[in-house]
């Protein structure tokens, strides 16, 4: 195998072309949100959340939190959690309620570009989210002890030009960060091709593929989007659907589970590094998981028995 010819050359104009269109979404999202937090905006929205997470067991001034976990990456609310005095359980609460609904609006874009509707992904998972909360209030110890939490450095935006200067660097960092893991991929990918080793690969999935109702041919990018999240999962299951690998309703129903349960490495270390039960988040993750994809499947066959009962009466 020519290695440089076959698979790094081609990963890599791949790789730039799909970079380039995930920062047109994330890009100027990202820019959004920072002055939407300059401004005062974000908080001005938390308030009218405090009366449904005093519901949640959790402070009403934590709404800012989840606020900003919507909009953003994980980062950005862990920040926030790592400034204010909360107990473990109500970090239990906040973490899975995060890793559910977090930066929304680029998630949801790039999972509308693969035929899934924009609101209903971003509904699901705010509203998952939310229910996650009133049930985990309900089950988890009343005392749970504190978290252990890092001192973590944060520059402060006093002026328009801070938020101009952060926002670049961020945007630097991402754009590398975005190419090498795209990349990374897609010699993962068509060194596995190359070796005709995704056939087998996607047959060693499909028992955990099954009991979670998803399609066999979804089984390489289920792997890709536990470990790396749906922004790199999501436009490499756009690569897979142009080249007809991958169905449009194959890719719908593995939206759906991994609108609820993706990244589990890296957004599950977050958590565990700071005293979180890793059976917690990752237990209760999984779960929602398997009722939401069973849920909408069943919506399916009701939906279809309905159709063809019209049909017969026609």
């Known amino acids: 195998m020519n290695f440089p010819k076959q698979i790094l050359f081609p990963s890599l104009k791949k790789s730039g072309r799909t970079t380039l269109w995930l920062l047109k979404i994330i890009l100027p999202i990202s820019l959004l949100v920072r002055f939407l937090d300059y401004f005062g905006a974000l908080a001005f929205i938390a308030q009218f959340l405090d009366p449904v997470f005093l519901h949640l067991g959790l402070p009403g001034s934590t709404a800012i939190i989840f606020i900003t976990s919507i909009f953003l990456p994980l980062y950005a609310p862990l920040a926030i959690i790592m400034s204010m005095t909360v107990t473990l359980r109500e970090l239990t609460i906040l973490a899975l ?165 993706h990244s589990v490495i890296e957004d599950n270390l977050l958590f565990v590094a700071l005293g979180v039960s890793v059976w917690w988040i990752l237990g209760v993750r999984l779960a929602v998981a398997w009722i939401v994809v069973w849920s909408r499947k069943a919506l399916y066959s009701v939906g279809n028995i309905l159709m063809n009962k019209e049909k017969a009466w026609k």
């Open 97 to 261: 309620m995060c890793q559910i609904a977090h930066n929304l609006p680029v998630e949801c874009t790039i999972q509308a570009k693969t035929g899934t509707s924009f609101w209903s992904m971003f509904t699901l998972r705010v509203v998952v989210s939310i229910l996650v909360g009133i049930l985990l209030n309900l089950i988890l110890p009343a005392e749970m002890g504190m978290p252990l939490f890092a001192k973590v450095n944060t520059e402060a935006m006093t002026s328009v030009g801070d938020v101009l200067v952060l926002w670049l660097k961020s945007s630097v960092q991402m754009a590398l960060l975005i190419f090498t893991i795209i990349t990374a991929l897609n010699v993962l990918y068509k060194t596995l091709e190359h070796y005709n080793l995704i056939t087998k690969l996607s047959k060693a999935m499909e028992p955990v593929l099954r009991f979670f109702g998803l399609p066999a041919s979804t089984g390489f990018l289920w792997l890709i989007g536990y470990i790396v999240g749906l922004a790199y999962g999501g436009a490499m299951m756009i690569d897979q659907m142009n080249d007809g690998k991958v169905t449009r309703s194959d890719a719908e129903l593995l939206n759906y589970h991994l609108a609820v349960s």
